[in-house]
C-alpha cells in the first residue's frame, strides 16, 4: 500500500508538471527539456556503491585491506557439508543445491568484507545512480567472459532478472519487487527503472545478483532441478559431482577478472572440496581423522572438548577464534503461526517461560553464549531501554493495535538461577495457559476445544536433541507433550518449505543494513507463500509498515529507528523462543592453511585464505 501511495503522488505531481509545461511557449519548452536532461546526465559513473555514507576504497585502489596481495595460489581447502544435494540449480524452489554452487557465477558488484554496505564494480566497470534514485545504470566490462569464452551482455543482466522474478524462487519477487522495468541503454550498459525512489538500497541488491548466461539457460527449463553443470563466469567451475555426497570445485586459471583490484589476493585455493555427512558429528570425526582439512565449528561442546588430540598438541591443526562485528540474528525455537495452537499470545509468552537456557548453557554449552534478546543483535539497530522519540512517531499510531509493552517497559527474557529448578516460571506459565483456555484435564493440558495439546518440534540434526530434551520435560511438568522428530534433509526441507511443521530450529540472519530482505521475512504477503522466507507465518499489519519503513529509510539514523521499531513489535509479538549468540567464528585447520592477520570485521572471508606447505 505504501508502494502505491507514493506511486500515486508522484503521478500526481508529474501530472501537474506536464499541465503547466504544456501552457509554455515553444521555445520555453525546449529550454525546460534542455535543463531536464543536463539534470539528468548530473548523475555521474562511480566504481562503486556505499549504502549510507561514502565508499572506503578510492577509484584506484590496488587491493582491499584484508587481503594479503601476494598470497600463493594452490593446495585445497576440503570441508565438510550436512545433509546431501540433488541440484546445481540453487534459485529455484525445486530440489537442494549443492553447496558453494554460487562460487561459479559473478555479480554486477562485489561488497567489501570491511565496511557495513558498499559495493565495487565486478561484471560492471561503472554504476550511476540517478540523483532522485529513480534508476541505476550499470556499464559492463568489455573483458567480462562467461567459462565458455562468451561475452557478458546486457541481454544476459535484463534474461537473469526477468528469469529468477518469473521463475525462481519466491524471494526474487519479493526483494525486487519495486522494479518496473530492466531495459538496455547502449551496447555495455543496462538500466533498472524503479517503481519508488525511496528503496535506497535496491541498486545495491540489484549488485548482488549473480548473472546467468542467456545462450545457455534460453533452451532449457530453468524450473527444473539439474546436475548438469552450468556455464558461469565466476572464479570457479565445477570440476566433480557425486551427487548427495560430493561437490569439487576447481579454481578457474584464465578468470577472466583475476587481476582486478577486487580480486587481489582472493580465490587461492586450486580447489575447493565440500564432502557430505549425515551429522556434524560424524563430520567432526573426518575432520579428526584428516579426511578434512577445514572446520567452522558451531557447537560448544565440541569446540571446548572434542579437539584436544595429539594434532592439536603438535600443532598439525590450529584452533582459533575470531572476533566479528555482525549482527548475530536471531537463531530460536520458531513457532508455525499457520497452527491454531500457536495464535494466541499468551500461549506463545508461556511456551517461552519453559526453557530454561541459563541451565542449558551452563550444563551444555560451557557457558559460552549470552542469550539473544533482539532480531538484530550485536548491532546498534537492536532495540534498548524504551522508545527513543523518533522510534514513538512511528509506532504511536499504531498503539491500539500493540501490546502495552511496547511502550513501557524493556523488553527483557526471564532468567532462572541455572540449577534446573524454574518453579516460578511454570506458575506464570500456568497462569497465562489458563487465561487462554488451556486447562489441565487428568494431568494433561487441554487446549479451549478439550483437545490433548501435542506439539512436534521438527529437527534434521540428532546433536540438537540434548538441548530439546530439558525444555520438554520442563513442558511435560506443564501437561503439554512434546514430541521430537528427527528426519533426513529432504525430507525437512520439503516440510519447511510446505509449512507443514510445528516447531523447528530456525536462524534469521541479519546484516548490519537490513532493507528489502525484511519484506520476506516478516510481510503478511508471504506468510502463504510456500518456500518464502517468512517461516513464521506472521500477518501483522503494523510490521507491515515498519517494514517498508526499513525498506525506504533515507539515510542511516531513520534505518536504525526504523529496524529498532520493528525489532521491538517483534519480541513483544512473542513469535519465537529466542535462543543464544556468540560474536565471533569458530574455526580449525590444517596448519597449513593460512590467512591475513588483519582479518575483516563484517565476513570470514575463507576467499582470503590460502595453502603454504612450507
Not at 588430540?309 to 513457532?335: C, V, W, Y
Request: charged content about 25%.
Amino acid at each position: 500500500m505504501l508502494n502505491t501511495l507514493k506511486q500515486a503522488t508522484r503521478l500526481s505531481h508529474q501530472s501537474k508538471v506536464q499541465t503547466k509545461v504544456q501552457q509554455l511557449a515553444k521555445a520555453t519548452l525546449a529550454c525546460f527539456a534542455l535543463t531536464a536532461s543536463s539534470i539528468a546526465l548530473a548523475a555521474t559513473p562511480q566504481h562503486g556503491l556505499a549504502m549510507h555514507g561514502d565508499l572506503k576504497y578510492p577509484a584506484d585502489f590496488s587491493h582491499f585491506d584484508y587481503v594479503n596481495p601476494d598470497a600463493p595460489k594452490g593446495g585445497t581447502l576440503k570441508q565438510a557439508a550436512l545433509g546431501t544435494f540433488d541440484s546445481l540449480n540453487p534459485f529455484i524452489i525445486k530440489g537442494v543445491p549443492a553447496t558453494g554452487i554460487g562460487l561459479i557465477y559473478d555479480s554486477l558488484m562485489e561488497s567489501s568484507a570491511d565496511e557495513p554496505f558498499s559495493e565495487y564494480g565486478l561484471l560492471a566497470e561503472t554504476v550511476t545512480r540517478a540523483e532522485d534514485n529513480s534508476w541505476v545504470e550499470f556499464e559492463l566490462r568489455k573483458e567480462a567472459r562467461f567459462h565458455d569464452g562468451k561475452p557478458v551482455t546486457p541481454e544476459d543482466v535484463i534474461f537473469t532478472f526477468n528469469t529468477l522474478r518469473e521463475k525462481g524462487r519466491p524471494f526474487y519477487r519479493a526483494y525486487y519487487a519495486d522494479i518496473a522495468e530492466i531495459v538496455k541503454t547502449g551496447s555495455q550498459t543496462v538500466r533498472f527503472n524503479f517503481k519508488s525512489t525511496k528503496n535506497r538500497e535496491l541498486p545495491l541488491i540489484i549488485g548482488q545478483v549473480p548473472v546467468l548466461p542467456k545462450h545457455y539457460w534460453q533452451d532449457k527449463d530453468f524450473s527444473k532441478t539439474t546436475l548438469t553443470p552450468p556455464v558461469g563466469s565466476g572464479p570457479y567451475k565445477i570440476a566433480k559431482v557425486d551427487s548427495g555426497r560430493s561437490i569439487h570445485y576447481q579454481r578457474v586459471e584464465n578468470y577472466w577478472g583475476k587481476d582486478l583490484p577486487i580480486n587481489a589476493g582472493r580465490h587461492n585455493f586450486d580447489k575447493l572440496a565440500f564432502e557430505y555427512y549425515r551429522d556434524s558429528t560424524v563430520a567432526l570425526e573426518a575432520f579428526k581423522a584428516g579426511d578434512l582439512n577445514y572446520r567452522q565449528e558451531n557447537s560448544s561442546k565440541f569446540w571446548a572438548t572434542a579437539y584436544d588430540s595429539p594434532a592439536l598438541k603438535e600443532g598439525r591443526i590450529a584452533k582459533e577464534s575470531i572476533d566479528h562485528k555482525n549482527p548475530t540474528g536471531m537463531q530460536a525455537f520458531t513457532f508455525n503461526l499457520r497452527r491454531d495452537k500457536f495464535q494466541d499470545i499468551r500461549v506463545r509468552q508461556a511456551l517461552n517461560l519453559a526453557f530454561d537456557f541459563e541451565w542449558t548453557n551452563q550444563n551444555l554449552f560451557y557457558g559460552a553464549y549470552s542469550r539473544t534478546e533482539s532480531y538484530f543483535s550485536n548491532s546498534e539497530l537492536a532495540a534498548k531501554g524504551l522508545p527513543s522519540a523518533e522510534e514513538k512517531a512511528l509506532l504511536e499510531p499504531f498503539k491500539d493495535q500493540l501490546p502495552k509493552e511496547v511502550f513501557s517497559k524493556e523488553f527483557k527474557l526471564n532468567k532462572t538461577r541455572g540449577d534446573g529448578n524454574i518453579r516460578n516460571e511454570l506458575r506464570q506459565a500456568t497462569r497465562l495457559l489458563g487465561q487462554a483456555g488451556w486447562k489441565v484435564k487428568d494431568g494433561k493440558r487441554v487446549d479451549q476445544n478439550g483437545n490433548p495439546v501435542e506439539i512436534e518440534m521438527l529437527l534434521y540434526d540428532s546433536t540438537f536433541e540434548r538441548v530439546v530434551h530439558p525444555y520438554k520435560k520442563n513442558l511435560e511438568r506443564l501437561g503439554i507433550t512434546l514430541n521430537i522428530r528427527i528426519v533426513d534433509t529432504t525430507q525437512y526441507i520439503n516440510r519447511v518449505r510446505g509449512f507443514d511443521f510445528d516447531m523447528i530450529v530456525y536462524s534469521i540472519g541479519q546484516s548490519n543494513s537490513p532493507g528489502n530482505e525484511q519484506r520476506e521475512f516478516w510481510h503478511s504477503e508471504y506468510a502463504d507463500k510456500e518456500n518464502s522466507g517468512n517461516i513464521i507465518g506472521i500477518k501483522n499489519p503494523v510490521v507491515d509498515v515498519l517494514v517498508e519503513k526499513v525498506i525506504t529509510a533515507e539515510n542511516r539514523q531513520a534505518l536504525v529507528t526504523a529496524t529498532r521499531a520493528l525489532d521491538r513489535v517483534l519480541l513483544w509479538g512473542h513469535y519465537v523462543v529466542p535462543h543464544w549468540g556468540i560474536t565471533q567464528y569458530r574455526v580449525a585447520f590444517d596448519h597449513r592453511i593460512k590467512h591475513p592477520e588483519n582479518t575483516p570485521p563484517y565476513q570470514l572471508a575463507t576467499d582470503t585464505w590460502w595453502y603454504q606447505d612450507k
